[in-house]
Every structure is written in C-alpha cells, then in structure tokens.
T-cell receptor, first 114, second 113 residues
C-alpha cells in the first residue's frame, strides 16, 4: 500500500488569497488525483495530475482556479487561487497502487475561507 | 453520467446490531465498486473492493455484495461496535482506464454503547 501525506492539514485563509496544498507519496505511482469534498457533499474529482504534462481537469474545474503541478512520480501540488468562502472544503489527494484499481487517499486538507 | 446514491444519509443504532448499508448506481458498466470509511478530520480508508466480475467480498465483520445488473451494492456490518461509528462511502470506477472514482454522499453511522 502507499502512504500519503498532505500539507497543510488545515488552514484558514482570507478571501482573495491563494493556498498551495502538497501531496507526498512514499513510493512512485502512476496516477495521482485531487478531490474536493464540500460540506455535506460527496467527493468530487477535480483533476488527474499527470507527470510531465498538464493536468486533466473534470467538467466545472479550470486550470486558472486550480493549477496543479506534478514534477515527479511521488509529489504533486494543488493551488486554490483567488479563494472565496465557497472554496471551503476538504481537499484530498489520492493515488493508485500497484494494482491499478486500488486507490489510496491522503488525510486531506481542511480549508476554511473567511 | 454515473450517479451514486446512498440512503439513508445517517443511521443511529445501539451496539450489537447487524447493519445493512445501501448503495445504488445508475450505470451498470462499472469496473469495480469500493466501500470506504471516513473518520472525522481524516482521510478515507478502503474497506472492501469488489471487481465487476465478483458478487461479494468479506473482511472480518464486513461483507459487501454487488448486483451489477440492478445497480446495487450493500455493505453488511455484523455485531456493530461503537468503534464502527464513521461515515461510510460507496464509490464506483468506470471502464476506460482512467481509474476515476464516482462517490456517493456517504452514510453517517453512529453506534451507541
């Protein structure tokens, strides 16, 4: 199994600012994903972080708002830009393991925007 | 577009009861289905994964079944304990090699001592 860490674990931010969330995996993985979990809602996939190329975004999510980096096979960042209170959510990083159908999730980053 | 539904949204039971959690999905063309557990302030822990060709999986007191044709899965928890209190999420992965998961909203379970 993969061990995933995320930084920060939580943050409180002011409207209009940006926050970068880091995701670190203890082994090289092919697929990395970023999800959002708004209060009372299900997890929604934001994008797939591709190593060496631009991320693939899901409908409703755009690169200007959620820029993603994936410089290598163990690390990715998600930036939440120009934040508003509607961005208050838990943001989770996930990866697929050696068995591609098994997904492991990080502990999440709880973001509150005032 | 795949949609996953979990009803009810919350359940409170006394310790020792056997429980059935329900999950339904609209598109039966799935690659697999997973049940996760989420504790407050923490990430997701995978409980059981059922491949599309399988009917059920068991782990300890947990048993998950899959009926692809009817678009349903159930998670059975035997002899519930207060430590089982958490939110349980159902998620399906479609075909196509993207490994994307579509989640239900989850069911918050409280097991009272």
């Amino acid at each position: 199994s993969a061990v995933i860490s995320q930084k920060p674990s939580r943050d409180i931010c002011q409207r209009g600012t940006s926050l970068t969330i880091q995701c670190q995996v203890d082994s090289q993985v092919t697929m990395m994903f970023w999800y959002r979990q708004q209060p009372g809602q299900s997890l929604t996939l934001i994008a797939t972080a591709n190593q060496g190329s631009e991320a693939t975004y899901e409908s409703g999510f755009v690169i200007d708002k959620f820029p993603i980096s994936r410089p290598n096979l163990t690390f990715s960042t998600l930036t939440v830009s120009n934040m508003s209170p509607e961005d208050s959510s838990i943001y989770l990083c996930s990866v697929t393991g050696l068995a591609v159908d098994t997904q492991y999730f990080g502990p999440g980053t709880r973001l509150t925007v005032l | 577009k795949q949609e996953v539904t979990q009803i009810p949204a919350a359940l409170s039971v006394p310790e020792g009861e056997n429980l059935v959690l329900n999950c339904s999905f609209t598109d039966s063309a799935i690659y697999n289905l997973q049940w996760f557990r989420q504790d407050p302030g923490k990430g997701l822990t995978s409980l059981l994964l059922i491949q599309s060709s399988q009917r059920e999986q068991t782990s300890g007191r947990l048993n998950a079944s899959l009926d692809k044709s009817s678009g349903r899965s159930t998670l059975y928890i035997a002899a519930s304990q207060p430590g089982d209190s958490a939110t349980y999420l159902c998620a399906v992965m479609g075909w196509g090699g993207s490994e994307k998961l579509v989640f239900g909203k989850g069911m918050k379970l409280t097991v009272k001592p």
